[in-house]
């Protein structure tokens, strides 16, 4: 059974940093393409990046510049330094990688961590 577990959420001020972690655990032959979401209050789950397993990154206009996308390909594990951190950023942060196991290869999703940006 694959699984995916965030960790390294909590509670900063603006101006701030965080580093989130994802790490994969399971019986995975190989993960593709990771993927960071977020969740504020009320709104939908949006893309903020994402990292191909070659090492390909695309960020959401609104985190570029401040967010840094990277993988340890060795820990199955994908990290997200978000840097400058405004209150905007607030929101539960989703992991999300397509994963192949002996089953074939799908979508996995964490449980998600909380990041609250606030004096």
């Known amino acids: 059974q694959v699984q995916l577990v965030e960790s390294g959420g909590g509670l900063v001020q603006p101006g701030g940093s965080l580093r989130l972690s994802c790490a994969a655990s399971?019986?995975?032959?190989?993960?593709?393409?990771m993927y960071w979401y977020r969740q504020a209050p009320g709104k939908q789950r949006d893309l903020v990046a994402v990292?191909?397993?070659?090492?390909?990154?695309n960020y959401a206009d609104s985190v570029k510049g401040r967010f840094t996308i990277s993988r340890d390909n060795t820990k199955n594990t994908a990290y997200l330094q978000m840097n400058s951190l405004k209150p905007e950023d607030t929101a539960v942060y989703y992991c999300?990688?397509?994963?192949?196991?002996?089953?074939?290869?799908?979508?996995?999703w964490g449980q998600g961590t909380q990041v609250t940006v606030s004096s």
């Open positions: 399971g019986s995975i032959f190989n993960i593709y393409s």
């Open positions: 999300n990688a397509n994963i192949e196991t002996s089953r074939g290869s799908r979508i996995y």
């Open positions: 990292i191909t397993n070659a090492g390909n990154t």
